[in-house]
Structures are given as structure tokens and as C-alpha cells.
């Protein structure tokens, strides 16, 4: 009697101490701070910038805010918002880079977009830098209507920041 009894209570201890275990093991988060998405490429001989959740004990200026009305990446020191403007044509990319609290143009980076058409196909365009404008632009090329994606890559002085966005034309 006792063996045949003694299979089914090790299965019992064992559900048991599998429920105690999957039961402690829940962990709840509430996190005041919203997420954005960041992307960041690291390379072994290049220093990269990551996103990082921001510590503040008084709420200032909201950073990650669009500054010209695109959609914003804040990675790091590094605010990056794309604005993409429909054209006859094509479609209109500004892309700013700023730095620091006070949001100051960086002139010198080298930045590309890659860009993935709603057909699937990908373009290269490198933007180049407007001075009176204070931004980086390009004209992307075509009318397809659908879902844009695009990652601008940025390299400033060695150092690489990304962005992801997307956009509907």
C-alpha cells in the first residue's frame, strides 16, 4: 500500500513547490518615466552612446519633446528628431541632431538614412548639412504611398548614435 501511495504524493510535493516557485517569482514595475525607443550600433573600436533613463529630482524642460514637430529619439546627450514632408516628388527628410539642455546644432557629423520603402525595397541617402537651417536634409525620392522606415545613422567624431522612425506617405 505504501508504494503505491508514495508516487502520487511526490507528484503533489513536486506541483506544490513548482506553484511556491512560479508564484514568488512574479515581479511587478511602475515606472513613472515613459520609454522610447533608442538604437545605438556598438563597434569594438568606436565609443557609442546608449539610451539611458534620466534622473531628475525636479521636472525641467521635457526634452524628449519634438523641437520642429517629428518624431523624436533621445539617445544619451543626443536629441534626434526626423520630420518627413510630403513633396511632388518625393518626400522631404529633415533631420535635426542636437546636444545638450539647450538643444545646440551639431554641423560636423556625418549622418545616412536607410531607408526601407513600403515595397521592401532599401535606399541609401546620405543628408548633408544646412547651415541657415541649423539641420541635416535629403529628398527621398518617390511617391509610394505606405509605411516608411528609416534609420539614421551618425557618426559624431568618432562616436556613433542611431535613430529609428517611421512615417506613412
Known amino acids: ?3 503505491f501511495f508514495q ?3 511526490h507528484l503533489f510535493i513536486g506541483f506544490g513547490l513548482l506553484l511556491i516557485v512560479a508564484c514568488s517569482q512574479t515581479q511587478t514595475t511602475n515606472s513613472p518615466e515613459p520609454t522610447t525607443q533608442t538604437t ?12 539611458q533613463t534620466p534622473v531628475a529630482e525636479t521636472p525641467a524642460k521635457d526634452h524628449s519633446a519634438p523641437n520642429k514637430g517629428g518624431q523624436v ?3 544619451g546627450k543626443y536629441h534626434l528628431e526626423l520630420v518627413a ?12 541632431l542636437l546636444t545638450g539642455d539647450n538643444h545646440q546644432s551639431i554641423p560636423d557629423a556625418k549622418v545616412t538614412a ?25 529628398l527621398l525620392p518617390g511617391e509610394t504611398p505606405g509605411e516608411y522606415k528609416v534609420a539614421v545613422l551618425t557618426d559624431i567624431q568618432g562616436e556613433k548614435v542611431n535613430g ?6
Open 1 to 3: 500500500m505504501v508504494k
Open 114 to 138: 536607410q531607408v526601407e520603402l513600403p515595397n521592401g525595397e532599401q535606399q541609401t541617402l546620405d543628408l548633408s548639412y544646412d547651415p541657415q537651417g541649423e539641420h541635416y536634409a535629403v
Open 164 to 169: 529609428r522612425f517611421n512615417f506613412k506617405r
Open 7 to 9: 508516487p502520487k504524493f
Open 73 to 75: 529619439v533621445e539617445v
Open 40 to 51: 545605438s550600433s556598438p563597434t569594438a573600436a568606436t565609443p557609442t552612446t546608449t539610451a
Open 85 to 96: 514632408l510630403p513633396e511632388t516628388g518625393g518626400t522631404h527628410l529633415d533631420f535635426y
